[in-house]
C-alpha cells in the first residue's frame, strides 16, 4: 500500500531514493529533484545536482519516487 500522505511518502521512503518534492516557497510553489538524504518528523534533505537541500515536511505538499535519471549522451 501506497502512504497517502506526501509526507508519510517521505518518512518512510529508503535513504538514496530518487525523488521529486514540490514544497511552497513565498510566492508559490517549487520542486526539488535528487535523492533522498534523510527523514526525520519535521524535515527531509533530498540532494539535487546544485546543493543538499532541507525542506520543512509541513511546506510539501507532493512527493513521489522517480525512475533514475537517463544515460548521459556521449560528446560528439
Known amino acids: 500500500m501506497t502512504p497517502s500522505r506526501p509526507q508519510d511518502f517521505l518518512l518512510t521512503a529508503a535513504e538514496g531514493t530518487r525523488v521529486v518534492v514540490r514544497y511552497r516557497v513565498e ?7 535528487g535523492y533522498l538524504l534523510a527523514s ?3 524535515s527531509c534533505t533530498i540532494r539535487t ?3 543538499d537541500v ?4 509541513e ?3 507532493a512527493a513521489k519516487a522517480v525512475p533514475p535519471p537517463p ?3 556521449s560528446a560528439r
Open 49 to 51: 545536482r546544485q546543493s
Open 59 to 61: 511546506l510539501v505538499v
Open 71 to 73: 544515460p548521459r549522451r
Open 27 to 33: 510566492g508559490g510553489f517549487t520542486d526539488a529533484l
Open 54 to 57: 532541507e525542506i520543512p515536511l
Open 40 to 42: 526525520a518528523a519535521g
